[in-house]
Each structure stands twice: as C-alpha cells, then as structure tokens.
C-alpha cells in the first residue's frame, strides 16, 4: 500500500508556495495597471518643464535594409530643436541602406547630416563599432543615440535633453514601444514589448528604481562617456546599455527617464525569427540583470495558475485563480496599450496574452540554461557577466 501522506505533504507545499508567487506576481501587475493610469498625469507634466536647448548629436547607427527605415530615419532629421547633428554611421561601404542615407545627406545637407562609412572593431559587439565609427564626426558634447528602427517625434530632443540641465544626471533614456505588427508573431512581440517591458518599466518608476536605461533612445554628455571608458569599455557585452548606465551610477550620476515613448517598428521575418527573439528578449535581462530575470518568474501568472490548478486537479477554486489571473493579465495589457500608450488598435492583440504567457515560462527556462546568443544572424557565448564571445573562444573566457 503506497504512503500517499509525504505526497499530500509536497503538494500541500507546492501549492502554498506557488499560492504566494501568484499573490506576489498579481500584486506587480496591480501595481502595473496603477502606474499605466497615472502615465498620461505624468506626460502632461512633463510638458510643462523648462526648455534647455543646447547643441546636440544624434547618433543613428544602420545596418541594412529594414521595414519602415527610411521614414524612420527621416524622422532625426525634422526634429523641431534649434541646433542639431545626426550622424548616420553603417560599417560597410556594400551595406545596402547606405544609398538611403547618401539621399538623406542630399536633401537636409551636410550642416545637418554626416554619413559615416567606418570599419571599427572594438569588440564583439556591432552597435557599439558602428558607433565608435560614427563618433569621431559628432561635432556636440550632448550626444544622442537613437537605433535605426526607432521613429522619432519632432519634439523628442526637446525631451530627452531636458534633464541634463541637471549636472547631477549622467544619462537620460525614453520608453519605447512597438509599433506596425503585422502577423500573429509580430503582434506576439507587440505585447512582449508593450503589455510587459513597458509595463513592468512604469511599475519599476512607481517604486522609483531607476537604476537602469534603455539604449534604443539615450542621451548623455561626452565627458561623461570618456569618464567610463569609452566605447571601449563596453564593446563586448551583450546589454551595452544597461553596462553604460551602471558605470554611470559608479560615477555617482544618476540615471532619469523621461515620461516619453519613441516608436520601435517590429519587424521579423518569420514566426521561427520570432521565436528566437523571445529567448533573446529573457537572455538580454538574464544578462544585465539576474536578480531582475529571476524575479520575472513571478510576472508569469497565467502558466503559475495553471501549474496550481493541476496540482488541486482544476477544482472550482483552482479554475478560478486561472480565470482570475488571465482577466488580471488583459486588464493590465488594456490599460498599458490603450491608456497609457494610446494605441487603440493594439487592443484586438490581447486575446493573444495568455498563448503568450504559457509559452514563457519555457522561454525563461531556456534563456536560464542556454549559454549562447543569436544577435544579428551569428551565434555567441555569452559569460555570466554579459559580455558576448565567439563559441570557439568559450572555455577560454
């Protein structure tokens, strides 16, 4: 006869403890759902402050053709700001966007535009050589970087800018959002970047941890770049950004985002591209953050719930904290996508959240096992301190 009482005992445990997860991961998403209520209260605010208008650089990095690009590009170029650069910077002379930005050099000329051809190899990663290449021809001490897929407002300067006036800020990101999903994968990505990364960054600024920055859209001063190394300093990880900005924080500078959301266009080829890019999305925390990634399993309340409920073999009460969870999770996206970012027509995407969500949980088990990366077609190791390397160079890192 089988001793079911030890069994009853795990199971008992089991649920308890996935019990105060869920309870922990439906309070962050609560808070989530208040933070994306105040967010409009805090851009009208924003609004409202003194304008600091010094001369600025901003930088574009591009490599190849990509959708939306050149009305992207285009954007940096009409920005309503008095005295500014953009650099654009590709690191090939064959690389087939460079005709875009010779046009774009013609028409807005050179006081505005600089195209730079640079060949830089500081370290293993791409954007940080693109812009090594690019920042010898910045002529201003603010500098900018903006990454190529991400459309640009006429009064973005004005707002990313602003805070510097501060001598005491090191470095100033903006939200960013996506932007024309077209197929399901798309719109799967849609959600991971808005529903989730922005909502859980707005609860992040409600308990005011902003020890962090957000390299698609940052600004800081040149002295402050020379301050922590360089570029060089940072061409071999993986999270160049989150890098820069806590070398910033060593400086005892302070990191700010601003209420401001830029537009990053989704653009994937393929559902299989997608679904790399979403252990790619876990693996990129994983590496900047690993508190922060192992934290992120209680955000996953949907599969949390479904994992409680066959353990309680989807009683009344366990089917319950599953449809109270999913309910819990649309709300959150409705409120994030509709209210706080205004993208009305985003909404017809959130039935899509709870496929969604039961798919990361293996998401987040992949990234915490997997220890390469695919970042622009080429496979790395990736180090437990979130530099990238070449595979064959892995077990001398």
């Known amino acids: ?23 922990l991961g439906g309070a962050a998403w ?22 600091y208008l010094p001369a600025v650089t901003l930088l574009k990095p591009v490599c190849g053709l990509e959708k939306n690009l050149s009305f992207n590009l285009r ?13 654009y910077s590709v690191q090939s002379a064959h690389d087939p ?26 370290g293993m990663n ?44 090191g470095g100033v990101s903006t939200f960013f959002r996506g932007k024309d999903a077209g197929p399901w994968y798309e719109q799967m990505e849609l959600l991971t970047l808005d529903a989730d990364h922005f909502g859980m960054a707005l609860f992040a600024g409600l308990l005011k941890i902003d020890d962090f920055c957000f390299g698609a859209s940052f600004a800081f001063r040149r002295e402050t770049l020379e301050r922590i190394g360089g570029l060089p300093a940072v061409a071999n990880y993986l999270v160049e950004d989150n890098e820069m900005g806590q070398r910033i924080l060593r400086l005892g500078l302070r990191l700010v985002t601003v209420p401001y959301v830029v537009d990053t266009t989704i653009d994937l080829r393929s559902a299989g591209r997608w679904w790399q890019k979403m252990t790619y999305w876990d693996q990129n925390t994983r590496a900047a953050r690993p508190l922060v990634f192992a934290a992120s399993l209680i955000l996953r309340i949907i599969p949390l719930s479904l994992l409680l409920a066959a353990l309680r073999g989807f009683d ?15 709300t959150a996206g409705a409120v994030i ?8 027509a985003s909404l017809r995407s959130l039935w899509l959240i709870p496929a969604k969500d039961v798919l990361s949980l293996f998401w987040f088990f992949r990234a915490m096992a997997k220890r390469t990366v695919v970042w622009r077609g080429v496979e790395f ?10 595979p064959k160079a892995q077990g001398e890192a």
């Open 1 to 23: 006869m089988r001793d079911t009482s030890l069994e009853m005992t795990v199971i008992s445990a089991l649920e308890l403890i996935l019990s105060s997860v869920l309870s």
């Open 30 to 51: 609560c808070g989530a759902i208040y933070a994306g209520l105040r967010f409009p209260g805090r851009q009208r605010q924003r609004h409202a402050a003194t304008p």
């Open 75 to 87: 954007t940096a170029c009409t920005q309503d700001y008095p005295d500014y650069q953009v650099v």
């Open 97 to 122: 966007a460079l005709p875009l930005l010779r046009e774009l050099e013609r028409e807005f000329g050179a006081p505005r535009v600089c195209v730079v051809v640079g060949d830089v190899h500081l």
């Open 126 to 169: 791409g954007k940080v050589d693109n812009l090594a290449g690019a920042l010898p021809y910045a002529r201003h001490d603010i500098l900018v970087i903006s990454d190529s897929d991400v459309g640009l407002k006429p009064n973005y300067l004005r707002a990313i800018v602003a805070p510097l006036q501060d001598e005491t800020v």
């Open 316 to 330: 009344a009460w366990g089917v319950g904290v599953v449809l109270g969870s999913i309910a819990l999770r649309i």
């Open 337 to 344: 996508i509709g209210l706080a970012l205004g993208d009305l």
């Open 381 to 390: 190791a990736l180090t437990s301190d979130g530099r990238f390397i070449p």
